[in-house]
C-alpha cells in the first residue's frame, strides 16, 4: 500500500528478517534468532542480544538458607536455553502469513502501515513444558508497546522473578526513574520515597558473595543513558538516552552491568569482571527477598510468584 502518511511505518520483508523504519529509528526482528536483534534510534544500536523473557534472579542467602535456589533451579535452565517455537505477523492487527521466502515476494519495497505486531512463543526448558509470549507492536512515532504473556501450568516449582532483559553494547553512564527510592523488593518497599532518580553508573551491591540486588519496584519510566557505541568510526561524545515507559500500570526493573546468571557463577566480589555492556531488565513480576533469617524462614506467602498461575505484564519502549 501507499505511503499516505509520515505516522506511518515502513515495512521491509526480509528473507529471515521484519525490518520496520520511520523519521529516527530502525528495527529488525529476526525469525532464526527468535526475537528483536536491532534496535536503532538516531543511528544509535541499542542491542546487543536479542532480548528474550527471563525468570531467573540471582539467589540470595535467604534463598540458599531456605532451599529455593534448589527447588526453582529449573527456572535457571530456561533462563539460559530459552527457544522460540513460533513466530506471528499481524499488519494493522490483521494476521498475516509469516513472511519468510518466498513468501515475502509478493511483497514490495514499498509497503507501509499504522501499527505492525510481531509475536513471538518461547517454550520453556522445564517439567513439565510451558510458554511465554513476546508481542512487540510498533507504530509510525516509533513506539514499541511490549506485552508480555506466561501461562501456567500445574505442577512447576515456583517462579524466582519474571521479566524481559535487553542486553545492550556497552555500559550505561546513568539511568533516571521514576519511581520509588533506592532499592526496592516486594517485601522491601515501606521506606521508598516516591519521586525521580538519578543513579550514576551501574551499581552493584558489594555483598561478600555477590547475590540479588538493584531492583526498582513501582517505576513509571525509567531511562538508560550510554556515551560509547561499538563502533570504532563513531567519534562522537555526546549521551544518548532510551526510555521504558509503563503501560497499563507500573513496573519493576534492575540496570546493572550483569546479567543474573554471571552474578550467580561468582563466589566473591572481586570475580565480577569489568562492566562492558547494560543488563536492562523489565519485571513483570518479582519473588520477595524475606531476609527474617538466613537459615530456613521461606518469604511470606504473599511475597511468592505461582508457576502454575498466569502473569502478564506490558510496558512501552518510546520512539525516537
Not at 133 to 144: L, M, S
Not at 284 to 301: H, L, P
Request: hydrophobic share 35%.
Amino acid at each position: 500500500m501507499a505511503n499516505t502518511s509520515t505516522k506511518q511505518v515502513q515495512i521491509i520483508y526480509g528473507d529471515a528478517t521484519l525490518g520496520l523504519r520511520g523519521n529516527g529509528f530502525g528495527y529488525i526482528f529476526s525469525y532464526e534468532r527468535g526475537g528483536m536483534e536491532s534496535l536503532v534510534q538516531h543511528g544509535k544500536e541499542w542491542l546487543y542480544r536479542v532480548p528474550k523473557p527471563t525468570f531467573w534472579r540471582a539467589t540470595t542467602d535467604n534463598d540458599r538458607g531456605n532451599g529455593f535456589s534448589v527447588k526453582s533451579a529449573t527456572w535457571l535452565g530456561t533462563d539460559m536455553f530459552l527457544k522460540c517455537t513460533d513466530i506471528a505477523v499481524a499488519v494493522n492487527d490483521k494476521p498475516i502469513a509469516l513472511p519468510i521466502s518466498p513468501e515475502n515476494n509478493k511483497y514490495s519495497d514499498h509497503e507501509f502501515a499504522d501499527h505492525v505486531t510481531i509475536t513471538f512463543t518461547y517454550e520453556t526448558l522445564t517439567t513439565p513444558a510451558t510458554t511465554v509470549t513476546a508481542a512487540y507492536t510498533v507504530n509510525g512515532k516509533g513506539d514499541i508497546q511490549v506485552n508480555v504473556d506466561y501461562h501456567g501450568k500445574a505442577g512447576l516449582p515456583e517462579l524466582p522473578a519474571l521479566g524481559l532483559r535487553f542486553v545492550m553494547p556497552t555500559p550505561a553512564v546513568c539511568f533516571r526513574y521514576d519511581g520509588l527510592s533506592g532499592e526496592t523488593y516486594p517485601d522491601r518497599m515501606a521506606g521508598g520515597v516516591k519521586g525521580t532518580y538519578t543513579v550514576d553508573g551501574m551499581p552493584v551491591t558489594k555483598y561478600l558473595v555477590p547475590q540479588e540486588c538493584g531492583m526498582h519496584m513501582q517505576s513509571k519510566q525509567v531511562t538508560v543513558t550510554r556515551n560509547r557505541t561499538q563502533d570504532n568510526t563513531d567519534h562522537s561524545s555526546h549521551v544518548f538516552n532510551l526510555t521504558f515507559a509503563q503501560n497499563d500500570r507500573p513496573f519493576a526493573f534492575s540496570c546493572l552491568p550483569y546479567t543474573a546468571e554471571e552474578i550467580e557463577n561468582a563466589t566473591h566480589i572481586e570475580e565480577l569482571p569489568a562492566p562492558r555492556r547494560t543488563v536492562l531488565t523489565v519485571f513483570g513480576a518479582v519473588r520477595g527477598v524475606g531476609g527474617i533469617d538466613s537459615w530456613g524462614a521461606d518469604v511470606e506467602q504473599q511475597y511468592h510468584i505461582s508457576a502454575e498461575q498466569d502473569h502478564s505484564f506490558s510496558f512501552v519502549i518510546q520512539g525516537a
